[in-house]
């Protein structure tokens, strides 16, 4: 079986796309709750969540596909495992960087935020591998996120729920390709 293993501009690469993406999101719900000086990106977390959900994705390829130097992973696969590291290191914290204070602490609201940061990361990935920008609507996200917080759902289940996500979009695609905006419930 040929060993795989992401190099480390490759690695580097996912890092760069996936700190735009979270920067974006931090920004964007600073500005939604107001509370900018208070909503940080923890980088050195983002970077180890991204380096763990890519080891899980080089182990399966390693053990489930046959060529799996030549191979890409679907979007299912690479969404489920960022869901799942993202959601065990919490890169999106709260508080401020320089006086952490102790009644400044919400844990529901750090962990659906970084659950929502989460899903946004899924929402990229399917829409990119489908050809079609998607977003859940914000109730299904909501949904979504709490079974992320709440239910113990491991990467095997994300796929699967995944895998339907992708069935229902890749459904409502026009023929020929063309990229539509479609909106989940």
Known sequence: MPHFEFTREEIHERYVTIGVLASQF????ATRTGI?????LNERKLFLALQSALQDVARYKAYHQERPLEQKSDAIKR?????KWLMRFKPVELGSKSDDRIEDSNID???????????TTAEANLSADAGAEFEYTPEKKYDLAYDLVYRDIGADGWMAILQLTMEGVKGLTTPGGTSVSIRLL
């Open 26 to 29: 931090v920004d964007a719900l």
């Open 79 to 83: 969404s489920a495992f960022m869901i």
């Open 109 to 119: 609201t750090l962990i659906l935020a970084n659950a929502m940061f989460a899903l």
């Open 36 to 40: 900018d000086n208070f909503i940080w």
